[in-house]
Nanobody, 126 residues
Framework: QVEVEESGGGSVQAGGSLKLSCRFSGSGYKDKKFCMGWFRQVPGQEREGVANFDSEGTTDYADSVKGRFTISRDDASNSLYLEMNNLNPDDSATYYC??????????????????WGHGTRVTVSS
């Protein structure tokens, strides 16, 4: 089992920045070679993939966040981060950190991720 906990959400004005953090723990996290990523969801809409790493360290980003968001990781602290810059109101959502049992080909598909945090809310005002 892998436990996932996010932090760092909040409210910011358009053009501002936030950094989300996520920490993985649990007996299932001994092998760190799996996909991990960030997703977001607005009420009434499907969960959307934002950015991810596969086991080889390759990153992928949703087109809507490319050039503004940066995913990073610190394996020493079992942590995953999402630096979000130049935020706009369309970025408002609950952001979820997730880990997959897959090592590759996870893409930004939420159905390929198996362990989820409870989410952290991001609100961007115009």
């Amino acid at each position: 089992q892998v436990e996932v906990e996010e932090s760092g959400g909040g409210s910011v004005q358009a053009g501002g920045s936030l950094k989300l953090s996520c920490r993985f723990s649990g007996s299932g996290y001994k092998d760190k070679k799996f996909c991990m990523g960030w997703f977001r969801q607005v009420p009434g809409q499907e969960r959307e993939g934002v950015a991810n790493f596969d086991s080889e360290g390759t990153t992928d980003y949703a087109d809507s966040v490319k050039g503004r968001f940066t995913i990073s990781r610190d394996d020493a602290s079992n942590s995953l981060y999402l630096e979000m810059n130049n935020l706009n109101p369309d970025d408002s959502a609950t952001y979820y950190c997730a880990a997959s049992r897959w090592r590759t080909l996870c893409a930004l598909r939420s159905d390929r991720y198996h362990y989820w945090g409870h989410g952290t809310r991001v609100t961007v005002s115009s």
